[in-house]
């Protein structure tokens, strides 16, 4: 935008130019009839650079990510400035989180980079962007969070409610078995797992609620009981 109303002295006229779009700006002048002047020399045109990160964009490429410190989520962040100017190329941005770990490099290009978010514990995590100066950007969208689930079965601890039974068919000692992931996380409440005897038989069906089923074993044969804990696909966990 061209601003400034006075007239010719000695010939000269001054005017001030702002904007708030980047880009070039090719200059101009014109008659008081309207007519653009054919020989325009001097300064011609100008060039409006972006402003600093004000703003961004986060699109996961997905928003739940198992919790194994493999699986990941390709994040794309579009950064502008407070004008909604795509930030210059080379523009350095930081992805922060609350939760796992970022990895990546690489500054903006058409305003954009990509960073990657992984992690081994279980939770949400809470993202954000800050400028090159480290200050937290007020506003980013998208997807701002992502939650990552525990992995399937990888160990279990049982207790049990008494280690020394009748072997009667009638005496019986409750287990409680608590099911980890790899990374030691809780897994899924609904998750299914089985828990095997050498002897004896083990009763129960109900799958797992903050990574804990019940199960309640008796035996009519004296001996020894060796228990185990097979994942959903059958196998026994170490």
Do not use: H, M
Request: a negative charge; zero cysteines; charged letters at 5%.
């Amino acid at each position: 935008t061209a601003s400034g109303t006075g007239t010719t002295v000695s010939g000269v006229v001054s005017r001030t130019i702002t904007s708030i779009v980047s880009g070039a700006a090719a200059l101009g002048v014109e008659s008081p009839s309207g007519t653009p002047l054919a020989t325009i020399t001097g300064t011609t045109a100008l060039s409006f650079i972006p402003g600093p990160p004000a703003q961004a964009n986060i699109i996961a490429s997905k928003t739940t990510v198992i919790s194994d410190g493999v699986d990941q989520t390709t994040l794309t962040i579009t950064v502008r400035d407070v004008q909604g100017n795509l930030v210059t190329d080379g523009t350095t941005v930081t992805l922060t989180t609350t939760l796992g770990t970022v990895t990546g490099s690489g500054n903006t290009i058409n305003g954009v980079v990509t960073r990657y978010l992984s992690s081994i514990t279980t939770g949400t995590a809470t993202l954000g962007v800050q400028s090159p100066t480290g200050t937290t950007l007020s506003t980013v969208t998208g997807n701002t969070s992502i939650l990552f689930s525990s992995g399937g079965p990888g160990r279990a601890v049982i207790s049990a409610s008494k280690t020394a039974l009748i072997a009667d068919g009638v005496d019986n000692s409750t287990l409680t078995v608590t099911v980890y992931d790899a990374n030691n996380n809780l897994v899924a409440d609904g998750t299914t797992v089985t828990v095997t005897s050498t002897n004896g038989t083990v009763s129960g069906t109900s799958t797992t609620v903050s990574g804990v089923v019940s199960r309640t074993i008796t035996s009519i044969i004296s001996g020894a009981a060796a228990l185990g804990v097979e994942s959903p696909s059958g196998t026994t966990l170490a």
